[in-house]
Every structure is written in C-alpha cells, then in structure tokens.
C-alpha cells in the first residue's frame, strides 16, 4: 500500500502565503500523478493542482496564478505552494496519488488524511 503524510496547514490572514508537503512511502513501484484537491464545507472536493511524471502540471482555475505545485520524485513528495490567500481558499487539503505498488500493479489512487487550511479575512 501507500501512505501519504501531509504537512504545512495552518490559519493565516488574507494575502497569506503557505507550502504544504505530501510524502508518500510503502512498497511503491511507480508513482504516476500526485495532486491536491480541498474540500470546503458543505462543498465537494474540487481539483487544486497535479502534476504527472513528467512534471505536467494542471490547475484548478480559482487558484491558477496564485498556487504553484511541484514534486520531488526521487523522494515521492509533492509540494504546494500557495500565495495571496483569501477565505474561500479555506478548506481540509488532501495530497492524492496514483501509483502502482507489488501488490497493486495497475495504477490506484491513494489519499491523505488532510490538512485543514484557514484563511481569515
């Protein structure tokens, strides 16, 4: 199985910037895409960013401009930097992956625990 660990949530103020973590480890064979999406509440989860293999990147378009996704794939982290925050980016983060393992040799998504960002105005 995998195991993705998410770091870097907070409270901050409006215009805020942070960078939140995700690794991930367990008997991973390949890792494909790694991502982050957030739920608000009351809302569904949404796409915030991912980012395949290769370093293909692709953003939700209320954070494109502001938010900055990027990996590590020698370590299986992936890293989301975001900048001039507002309140409606608050919401639980979740890191996301899709990997295949020795067990699992078709390509599976796998989730974090998420973290809870706050954003006040």
């Known amino acids: 199985q995998v195991q993705l660990v998410e770091s870097g949530g907070g409270w901050l103020q409006l215009g805020g910037s942070l960078r939140l973590s995700c690794a991930a480890s367990?008997?991973?064979?390949?890792?494909?895409?790694m991502g982050w999406y957030r739920q608000a509440p009351g809302k569904q989860r949404e796409l915030v960013a991912s980012?395949?293999?290769?370093?293909?990147?692709n953003y939700g378009d209320s954070v494109k401009g502001r938010y900055t996704i990027n990996r590590d794939n020698a370590r299986n982290t992936v890293y989301l930097q975001m900048n001039s925050l507002k309140p409606e980016d608050t919401a639980i983060y979740y890191c996301?992956?899709?990997?295949?393992?020795?067990?699992?040799?078709?390509?599976?998504?796998?989730w974090g625990q998420g973290t809870q960002v706050t954003v006040s105005s």
């Open positions: 996301n992956a899709v990997a295949t393992t020795s067990i699992r040799t078709t390509p599976s998504n796998y």
């Open positions: 367990g008997s991973i064979f390949s890792m494909n895409a």
């Open positions: 980012i395949n293999s290769l370093g293909r990147t």
